[in-house]
């Protein structure tokens, strides 16, 4: 008996269990999460624990983070992330889609996101910070058709992310709409990369499309662009088009 309990204190129980809680309505994701973060925190057990919850809301957040303090408190193998749904998108476009080929020696780009919602007001916050290189010319035009809205709410959220530190501009416009057009064959006519992110599928194709095809008649050039497609069917239908994420 004597042995067997030194080789279990040699071999320590290692065992892992993650647990992710996600669900149309963040706020039953939200309450399951409560409930069995609660019974586990009681428990006494030597099992590490991570506890995934997929939520964007400013409550959540603060929930989170007092769990993790409980946690730490209690000196829990408990570790809790926060999941971001439209911040994984981001990144993930950014990855798969970089802004400029390092290898072409171009250091001057423009990004336009058209829709600056959720999704791409994430996007463009990344943008902004993986795109402060030494030596580096990064200008984002930002476009929604709540641009008011849009721009107090993106710098109320990011406030270093503004007018005076860097180079952006808002623009106030439908991305189906003849003003978009106007700003496709105008002010947007060195735009180098468009990301799509209206929250709609059939507009955020509809308006790839369309910036692909006038850029090309205005400007005899097509810039790279990424929408934001949730059905999969659609997006891989259109797939050679345009990239799809």
């Known amino acids: 008996k ?3 309990r ?8 290692k065992k892992e269990i993650s647990l992710f809680f996600i669900d149309t309505d963040e706020d039953v994701a939200l309450n399951k999460m409560i409930d069995f973060t609660e ?4 428990k006494k057990t030597r099992m590490k624990t991570w506890v995934y919850l997929f939520s964007v809301s400013s409550e959540a957040e603060f929930i989170v983070d007092n769990y993790k303090n409980k946690a730490k408190d209690k000196s829990k193998k408990f570790i809790l992330r926060l999941v971001d749904n439209a911040q994984l998108i981001s990144y993930q476009i950014l990855e798969e889609f970089p802004l400029y080929d390092k290898d072409n020696g171009d250091k001057n780009f423009i990004v336009t996101v058209l829709g600056v919602g959720n999704i791409g007001s994430h996007i463009a916050k990344d943008v902004l910070w993986c795109g402060s290189l030494p030596g580096v010319s990064l200008k984002v035009n930002f476009v929604d058709v709540n641009i008011k809205r849009v ?21 106030s416009a439908h991305a189906l709409g003849g003003e978009f ?6 002010k947007f006519s060195s735009s180098d990369y468009f990301v799509v992110a209206t929250g ?14 006038k850029c090309f008649r205005y400007h005899k050039k097509f810039p790279h662009i990424t929408a934001v497609i949730r059905d ?5 239908a259109v797939k050679n088009v345009f990239d799809m994420l």
Do not use: M
């Open 200 to 213: 709609n599928d059939k507009t955020n194709i509809l308006a790839a499309h369309n910036i692909r095809s």
């Open 6 to 13: 030194h080789i279990r204190n040699l071999t320590p129980f």
């Open 39 to 42: 019974k586990q925190l009681e």
């Open 151 to 171: 721009k107090d709410e993106f710098l109320y959220k990011y406030p270093e992310l503004n007018e005076s530190n860097y180079d952006i501009e808002f623009f």
């Open 181 to 186: 057009d106007s700003l496709l064959k105008d």
């Open 2 to 4: 004597k042995v067997s």
């Open 232 to 236: 999969d069917s659609k997006a891989h």
